[in-house]
């Protein structure tokens, strides 16, 4: 089986880095970029198994938006969308479920956590797509 790529959407480079090389161990193939920008660009020509990003991104739409525009694209609605954000609020939570995520991780976070989480968010849009 070939690797599972993950679009990953974070706006540190720190984290950004650190994420990459926590889903390279685990086998995953990652594309890595700072804004929703960047992210739709390569959304343009990639179809990820799995979007994961942070809420607050640079200037322009945020990670909710983002989220919202993948659920709205016929070709995208059914790659699984994680957050994985800083933000603790309840609020924040609800508006990005509401906005079609399928999982909300808090930072810090557990690598193996998160590893577990993404394996089970693409076997479950493997086994039941979207009827978007």
């Not at 179809?47 to 990670?63: K, R, S």
């Not at 659920?71 to 079609?100: H, M, Y």
Request: net charge negative; charged share 30%.
């Amino acid at each position: 089986m070939s690797p599972r790529t993950i679009l990953v959407v974070e706006d540190d480079l720190k984290l950004r880095f650190i994420i990459e090389k926590q889903l390279l161990e685990a086998d995953f193939d990652t594309v890595a970029v700072e804004g929703s920008d960047a992210a739709l660009r390569e959304l343009e020509t990639l179809t990820p198994d799995l979007v994961l990003l942070n809420i607050l991104l640079p200037p322009g739409m945020d990670g909710i938006e983002l989220c919202e525009r993948i659920r709205g694209d016929r070709r995208l609605a059914r790659i699984p969308v994680i957050f994985l954000t800083g933000s603790e609020n309840p609020e924040s939570r609800a508006r990005c479920l509401a906005a079609g995520a399928d999982d909300y991780i808090t930072k810090p976070w557990q690598a193996s956590d998160l590893i577990r989480r993404i394996s089970n968010a693409i076997e479950s849009a493997s086994s039941h797509p979207r009827g978007r």
